[in-house]
């Protein structure tokens, strides 16, 4: 079982950059893939970015590439999401979660509650 909670969100100026973590507690986080999704309000939650276990396979989402960075240090249990050149469109709750290596977030079996990123124009 692996609990999760993320941290770092907030309001940002576009262009401006922001860095999710999220810490992880319980056994597994070392073995387990874990990505990030979002949600903004009145839309479906969306694939962000994946890392597997031992960070050898990144994945992102088109509309981030090239901006965000999904990192994660297994030695003390976090996830990262290094977020540059933000657009008003990014402003979303950010999710970390763990589970399959996928972008469909059925296949994710933990999950954080959830951190706001909010950029104004």
């Known amino acids: 079982q692996v609990q999760l909670e993320e941290s770092g969100g907030g309001l940002v100026q576009a262009g401006g950059s922001l860095r999710l973590s999220c810490a992880a507690s319980?056994?597994?986080?070392?073995?387990?893939?874990m990505g990030w999704f979002r949600q903004a309000p009145g839309k479906e939650r969306e694939f962000v970015a994946v890392?597997?276990?031992?960070?050898?396979?990144?994945y992102y989402a088109d509309s981030v590439k090239g901006r965000f960075s999904i990192s994660r240090d297994n030695a003390k249990r976090t996830l990262y999401l290094q977020m540059n050149s933000l657009k008003p469109e990014d402003t979303a709750v950010y999710y970390c979660a763990g589970g399959r290596a996928t972008r469909d977030p059925n296949d994710y079996i933990y999950w954080g509650q959830g951190t706001q990123v909010t950029v104004s124009s």
């Open positions: 890392i597997t276990w031992g960070g050898g396979r990144i």
């Open positions: 319980g056994r597994g986080f070392s073995t387990t893939h």
